[in-house]
């Protein structure tokens, strides 16, 4: 079975500083990876998607995440954070193609203080 | 397009009453989804279609069914609530293309929150 751990419920930064929000996922095949973001009070949007196309994978809006197998991580990143990344970003796996089975982490709320 | 839309967007129930969240697409999509959120838990698959005249469980489908009314429409219905079924729930719907490089990413609503009391 495949699950997804987000460590860290809560991160904060400062405007400028790095984002760096962290996910680790166990899967038993090669995975599907998907970033997805959530401002308050909306639906989720995706970020960026990992299909084995690249390890390194850009989004929307200036991230960005990698897969590394042998840590079994893709974590997300981005250079210098705005006051407008302020959300809840999910990390999601599928072991299916076609992705009728995501599973979720269970978020991180990213706060970016000025 | 609108995109995946779902009524209601807010909803208050007794316990053991029961409410139907519609939820419907305009992308021709041919999956369609029923998930929960809850605080510190990400998002849980309730049931599935994976086409139209098709539906399977997900992870938590214990009170609740669905009904995939056609392309376009997926009924989320709550028979008895319960106040564990407190929580916002999100439709969300996909291409379903298959192939490993031909994945269509999930397209979300904008949830609809209830409570039940």
């Known amino acids: 079975a495949q699950s997804v751990t987000q460590l860290g419920s809560h991160v904060s930064v400062s405007e400028g500083a790095l984002v760096l929000l962290r996910c680790n996922y166990s899967?038993?095949?090669?995975?599907?990876l998907f970033w997805y973001v959530q401002y308050p009070n909306q639906g989720l949007q995706l970020l960026l998607k990992?299909?084995?196309?690249?390890?390194l994978v850009k989004g929307i809006n200036g991230f960005e995440a990698e897969f590394k197998k042998s840590e079994t991580s893709f974590h997300l990143t981005k250079p210098s954070a705005h006051m407008s990344d302020a959300a809840e970003y999910f990390c999601?796996?599928?072991?299916?193609?076609?992705?009728?089975?995501?599973?979720f982490g269970g978020g991180t709320r990213l706060m970016v203080k000025p | 397009n609108a995109g995946v839309t779902q009524t209601p967007k807010f909803q208050v129930l007794k316990t053991g009453q029961s409410m139907t969240l519609q939820c419907a697409q305009d992308?021709?999509?041919?999956?369609m989804y029923w998930y929960r959120q809850d605080p510190g838990m990400g998002l849980r698959l309730i049931y599935y279609?994976?086409?139209?005249?098709?539906?399977d469980k997900g992870e938590v489908p214990n009170g609740y069914n669905v009904s995939r009314l056609n392309k376009r429409e997926f009924s989320l219905r709550l028979e008895s609530a319960a106040p564990s079924q407190t929580s916002v729930y999100f439709c969300?719907?996909?291409?379903?293309?298959?192939?490993?490089?031909?994945?269509?990413?999930?397209?979300f609503g904008p949830g609809t929150r209830l409570t039940v009391l």
């Open positions: 969300a719907s996909s291409g379903g293309t298959s192939g490993r490089n031909a994945y269509n990413e999930q397209f």
């Open positions: 899967s038993s095949v090669p995975p599907y």
């Open positions: 990992y299909t084995s196309a690249a390890t």
């Open positions: 999601a796996v599928s072991e299916n193609n076609a992705g009728n089975m995501l599973t």
């Open positions: 992308m021709n999509h041919n999956s």
């Open positions: 279609s994976a086409s139209e005249g098709t539906t």
